[in-house]
């Protein structure tokens, strides 16, 4: 019976709240190395470990829409065409070339849309309607796209409807035709209600941040089968943001309104359980962080803030 109690004690501990938390990040102060290059809303940010290099998304009248950094914190290079109202970013390596896709939910006539660029922001393909928000698969429309992840083979997953019509998550093929379509408006299993982030694991699972339904949805990569949801770590405010760490232990989830980022323990193959938050990062009141990406080659944790209207680094300590 003591061996027993004291291995659920040791389990509370493990995931008790209440515990004196280990820190497992620390800010980086100095990065970026000039913070005045910040001169919109940051709504996201897109690490490229391969080159050492971080771009970043940002909202305003008269401001690069894009603002690329080395991960020492040096401005770069900045462009603005036809990008006008960014919400998520995402870089692609391949064997042969990177490219940097964009997320557009501006009405304009850029808008609705999901982009492609070089990395010097060269526009080399666009996916959606410019300018219409529908829901067609063909031809492909989107409403507010919101997030994109992209494979290396080519497969993509787009999460569509950042308040739009649709309410969905997308897998294209390399040709930008539908593998499979999960979701409608609703609080049912695969129902979304504003998909907000979406990235894979290396064991074949696409992991959703389903904003208002203040949970994270869970899809089969090859077929679409949902595998489960986590909801308990969300009372008080729905994940906006999911990404995995450097090996894959853990889930790093933004919590706009609570200006928070949780630390979820990753579920090894198998079933999905529920979460564990094991360890967070209180940010500043009024900070808003919307989206993050991970460093896969350092482990750093970049964060856009919309409302500090920054992007701030955290290193692996």
């Known amino acids: 019976y003591v061996?027993?109690?004291?291995?659920?004690?040791?389990?509370?501990?493990?995931?008790?709240?209440?515990?004196?938390?280990?820190?497992?990040?620390?800010?980086?102060?100095?990065?970026?190395?000039?913070?005045?290059?910040?001169?919109?809303?940051?709504?996201c940010v897109a690490v490229d470990s391969l080159h050492g290099l971080v771009y970043v998304g940002q909202r305003g009248d008269n401001v690069p829409k894009v603002l690329v950094f080395s991960e020492e914190g040096y401005f770069l290079y900045s462009w603005n065409n036809t990008v006008e109202m960014p919400h998520g970013i995402f870089v692609?390596?391949?064997?042969?070339?990177?490219?940097?896709?964009?997320?557009?939910?501006?009405?304009?006539?850029y808008g609705h849309t999901v982009k492609q660029y070089s990395p010097s922001g060269k526009l080399m393909q666009i996916l959606g309607t410019p300018g219409n928000a529908g829901s067609s698969?063909?031809?492909?429309?989107f409403d507010?796209?919101?997030?994109?992840?992209?494979?290396?083979?080519?497969?993509?997953?787009?999460?569509d409807g950042d308040g739009g019509m649709n309410n969905r998550l997308l897998k294209l093929?390399?040709?930008?035709?539908?593998i499979w379509l999960s979701g409608e408006n609703g609080t049912g299993i695969g129902q979304f209600k504003i998909p907000h982030s979406v990235t894979v694991?290396?064991?074949?699972?696409?992991?959703?941040?389903?904003?208002?339904?203040?949970?994270?949805?869970?899809?089969?990569?090859?077929?679409?089968?949902?595998?489960?949801?986590?909801?308990?770590?969300?009372s008080e405010d729905g994940p906006y943001s999911v990404r995995f760490t450097a090996n894959y232990k853990y889930l790093i989830v933004a919590q706009l309104n609570i200006n928070r980022l949780a630390i979820l323990a990753a579920p090894p193959v198998g079933a999905i359980g529920d979460c564990a938050i094991v360890n967070t990062i209180q940010l500043a009141d009024e900070t808003k962080p919307h989206l993050v990406d991970v460093d896969m080659k350092s482990g750093a944790v970049y964060i856009a803030e919309i409302g500090a209207q920054q992007v701030q680094k955290y290193v692996p300590l």
């Open 173 to 178: 093929s390399t040709d930008y035709k539908e």
């Open 137 to 141: 698969l063909n031809p492909l429309q």
């Open 92 to 109: 692609l390596n391949t064997a042969t070339d990177s490219s940097v896709w964009i997320t557009d939910v501006g009405t304009g006539k």
């Open 3 to 43: 061996f027993l109690y004291f291995q659920v004690l040791k389990a509370f501990d493990y995931f008790s709240p209440w515990k004196g938390q280990q820190q497992m990040y620390k800010l980086d102060i100095s990065w970026p190395k000039i913070p005045e290059y910040f001169s919109g809303q940051t709504f």
């Open 201 to 234: 694991d290396p064991f074949g699972r696409v992991w959703v941040a389903d904003r208002d339904n203040r949970r994270i949805q869970v899809f089969d990569k090859v077929t679409g089968e949902w595998l489960g949801a986590w909801s308990s770590c969300f």
């Open 144 to 159: 507010q796209p919101a997030e994109i992840f992209v494979e290396e083979s080519g497969d993509m997953y787009v999460v």
